[in-house]
Structure formats: C-alpha cells, structure tokens
C-alpha cells in the first residue's frame, strides 16, 4: 500500500521553492511540498554541487573500475519515524504496486542481522561480548549522565565525563564503532544517543535491530525518490554550487538572492517574498578524496557546503555558528574503504570464520587494531548493476592516523593494497592473502568532515530548523538543530526537512514523534540488566 498524496488548496502561481544541496534532507523536502502542499513539482528547484543527487547517501561503480561507497549507513525501525512514514509513499522502482518501505520490511524480514563475531581480537579470535565490561563508575558515570540537562553540557567532550576504563569496555568498542563516536566528541551528543538508542543498549551486541535496505542506499532510497520527483518535473539543477544568500536589511532574515556557480559562470535568483529557501548548511562527506590500489587518498579542506555557511552566518543572527564544527579536520575525518572482490573466497572465509551467514550486514570491529578497523559485508548484490560473480564489502578506520599492526604506515598514507593486506592479516587469512588480493579492489575513501556534527557544541551553534524572525528560510541536514533526535542518521535530515515544510507552509499535519523508549518500563528493565552483565 502506497499513501497517497494529501489535497491541499493553495495558489502557488507566483511561488518557487529552491533547496541548496541534493542531500536527502532536501530531496525528502521536495517530497513533503509536492506530497502535503499540492505544491507544483516544476516550482522546486534543488541546486547539487555534484553530478549525482544523494548526498552522503552514495554507491557507485561497475565491476571493472570497483564500486565506491563512502558511508555506511545503518536504519532502525524504532527510531526512523519520518523516514518510514515518507518511504510509504514512494513506489518501489522493482514493483510499483509496492512502497519503498515495504520493499524494505520484506527484505529485512527475510534477511535479517544478526553478529556472531561483533569484535575481534588481536589474536583473531572472535570476543565473548555477552558483558558489556563495566565497572561501577562506568554504570554510574552513565546513569548520571542520562538525567544531566544537556544545557549543562555544553562543549564538554566524552573524555571529559568518562574514566579511562570506560573507553577499554566491550560497551565502547561496539558503541563507538556503531555510530562512529570517539572520546573527543560531544557529550550532549552521546547522551542523546543513549536516550534515542535506549531500546538497542540490551542488543548491541548483535545488531539485530538494524534495518537493512535490499542494495545499498543509493541504489535503494535515492533512486526511487528520485524517480518520484522527476514525475512531478521537479527541476534538478546539477554541478551547481550555490555559493552566497542576500538578505533584506530588515531585523527579520529574508532572502532576498541566490548566487550559485554553473559550469564556471557566477548566476544568480531573485527571490521573490512568496519564494522559499531550503538549506543544507554543512556536508559531512565534502571534500571527500578517492585513493586507488596503488594510490591513498589525499586530505582536503572545506568546499561549497561548508563556505556558503560561513558567509552566511556572518551575515545575520541565529543562523549558528559553522566553525564549532568544519575548523577540526584532525578531529571530525576518519577513512572507509570500498572492496569489489571477483569471486567469493574473502565471503566464504568470513562466513566461516564469524559463523555470519554471508552477506547479513553484520558489523565485525577488531578491537585492537591500530586503525581501529571494522567491515560490513552486505547482502549481495549490492548494486544493482552487480553481476552475480561478483562481492563487495565496506570498511573503515576510525584512527587514521595511526601506523597499521602489520603495515607499518598510517592508513591515510596506505594505498589500496596495503589495507587489504592490514586486514587480512588480523584475519590471519595469510595463506590466502595473495590469490584475495589478486581478485580484488580496493578502493580507499579520505572523508575529512564524517562526524564534524559530532563535536563539542553549546547551545545556538547548530541554527534551529527556522530561525527565529525568518520570514522564508529554513535549515535542513545534520548541522540544524531538532531537539531531542539524533544526528548521523537519515532520520535527522528527513524530520528537519518535514518541521521545514510545514512550518514555512503553516501546514497543521502534525510531524511523527520521536518515540520516548527513556519511559518504556521493559526497556529500563532491559538497559538496567544489561549494565550489569
């Protein structure tokens, strides 16, 4: 079943809509106006630096050249309220009759995730984790930090609240590897992380509440978004960077004009005072570099997302403060990996090695590595275009910088070759180490800003979702601020650009909830047993 769209009267002749970044946030935006508003797909007009929509939301390649994904993301039935309640609207692209987010229910039904080797030692050895490894500071270090006021946390840093046992607990390994934290990062962030996820503590340790989709997220959420604007004539404007706002010289935030470059050539909008503007201020994979087998990534610095921003909030207030979170590469960048293998013998190994049916997207961290490494290996295929031959993985490093256990050099200095190498000796997979290698390519990702909106923040540095005295502009993505909910997840940008559309919109639909498991009675009872194990 398919919901199908509201009947919402309202004369949109004179007005346009225009959203910066070809994100998620933004594509789900365009969803909600045409969906909720009966507003007219040919007056949206989303501007995307890049020539592909989607944002961090990728997945690319042919067997040939090797497939790249830069992210990995893991849904949740739970906690993504929005996203579901979006995705039933959208056909599926393999069954129209059917909605994405059924797709999605069926294939994770059939497919479910479920980890027997969560973490791995430096031994190879898989790790007993049915105890969470705390100690009693750790249990009330964290209990205490779940009834602290998040006002009162401003700026303060993991490391700052935490012993140093915490951070050696089987907890911390699968946590911060989970969803990417480091000890550097907001503790506001982990708190709300703690509340959201509450319902996960008692299985984090075989991921089974993670929701897969049937290829990867690209292939499967993007692609037929995508196809539902462009039957509504949305206008996407591609390898445009929109590089400046005007505003009008009045105390309310008005914008006034769009400058974006096109193919090199500096453009620009008027906006009119019915026209409305969405902006996904901040990326956290821009700038990202591309390594090879027989090439590292480089390290770059801030692009169009992350400028536009800057100028911006220097221009009017409450529109947040960027630098808290784009001026610390060093603490927000870590590397992912990309493998396209040509036969199965790496996914055989690993099935019996971990006892993982093949291809369940369970998660494997070894705990010891340097690099602090973890991989995934997905259902296959993986794309669409992916022959049956053929298996990809996915894995990343959180500490980049560091020399690896076996090749001795950061993993930002490593081709290709050299990380395979790395992990297939904590493997201990030697032996078949050169005929691995031999089939396969991998392909590094250098990604300086992954959990930029991860560091320590006060209040008022991320911009609410429509600042105060704005008359026609709203923020939408990971760096607005919603409370409650969590960022790093498709949740985040799809709610920010629902609040978006109805608030500039006056509609009285009320927004999906964030579901409040902190109060469920099982669920305590559950987290309360499970810090005790």
Not at 102 to 121: C, G, K, M, Y
Not at 153 to 169: R, V, Y
Not at 321 to 336: A, L, M, R
């Amino acid at each position: 079943m398919i919901i199908k769209e509201l009947i919402f009267m309202r004369d949109y002749k004179n007005t346009h809509a225009y959203f910066v970044g070809g994100g998620i946030a933004s594509l789900a935006g365009a969803c909600y106006l045409i969906r909720d508003c009966s507003f007219p797909g040919d007056h949206i007009h989303i501007f995307e630096e890049l020539n592909v929509l989607g944002g961090s939301n990728d997945g690319a390649g042919n067997p040939e050249t090797g497939y790249v994904i830069r992210g990995g993301r893991m849904l949740n039935d739970e906690t993504y309220e929005n996203t579901w309640e979006l995705l039933l609207s959208i056909p599926s692209i393999d069954n129209p009759e059917k909605s994405v987010r059924e797709e999605i229910i069926e294939f994770d039904t059939q497919h479910p995730t479920h980890s027997n080797a969560r973490l791995v030692n430096n031994n190879g050895e898989v790790v007993d984790v049915s105890s969470m490894g705390f100690d009693n500071d750790d249990r009330i270090a964290l209990a205490k930090l779940i009834v602290t006021p998040e006002e009162k946390l401003n700026m303060l840093k993991i490391s700052d609240w935490f012993k140093p046992h915490f951070f050696e607990t089987n907890f911390w390994y699968m946590w911060a590897t989970t969803f990417a934290f480091q000890p550097w990062h907001s503790l506001a962030e982990l708190r709300r992380y703690m509340i959201r996820f509450m319902h996960e503590f008692p299985r984090i340790h075989t991921l089974e509440g993670v929701t897969r989709t049937p290829y990867n997220q690209y292939d499967s959420l993007i692609l037929p978004i995508k196809k539902f604007l462009e039957n509504h004539n949305v206008d996407f404007k591609l390898k445009c960077a929109v590089t400046d706002l005007d505003f009008k010289d009045t105390d309310k935030i008005t914008v006034t004009r769009i400058y974006y470059k096109e193919e090199g050539m500096e453009k620009t909008i008027e906006v009119n005072e019915s026209d409305v503007v969405f902006v996904t201020n901040g990326s956290m994979t821009e700038g990202y570099s591309l390594g090879s087998m027989t090439k590292p990534p480089v390290l770059n610095d801030k692009g169009a997302s992350w400028k536009l921003w800057d100028k911006i909030s220097k221009k009017k207030q409450g529109l947040g403060n960027p630098t808290v979170f784009d001026d610390n590469i060093q603490g927000s960048k870590w590397e992912s990996f990309t493998v396209t293998c040509h036969n199965s013998k790496f996914f055989d190994l690993m099935e019996k090695f971990s006892r993982n049916k093949a291809g369940t997207g369970a998660l494997v961290t070894f705990k010891d590595s340097n690099w602090f490494m973890s991989i995934v290996l997905a259902h296959q295929p993986h794309f669409r275009n992916q022959p049956d031959n053929v298996k990809v993985f996915w894995g990343y490093g959180l500490f980049p910088d560091n020399p690896g256990n076996y090749v001795k050099k950061k993993m930002s200095e490593c081709v290709g070759e050299e990380i395979l190498i790395e992990l297939l000796h904590h493997l201990k997979f030697e032996k078949e180490m050169d005929d691995i290698i031999k089939s396969a390519n991998c392909i590094p990702c250098m990604m300086p800003f992954i959990t930029a909106q991860f560091m320590p923040r006060s209040i008022g540095d991320r911009p609410q979702v429509v600042p105060e005295g704005s008359t026609n502009l709203a923020f939408i993505g990971q760096f607005c601020e919603i409370p409650d909910d969590v960022v790093f997840t498709e949740e985040y940008s799809v709610r920010s650009a629902r609040i978006a559309v109805y608030k500039l919109f006056g509609i009285t639909r009320p927004v999906e909830p964030i579901n409040q498991y902190q109060y469920d009675v099982r669920t305590l009872f559950k987290s309360f047993v499970t810090m005790f194990k």
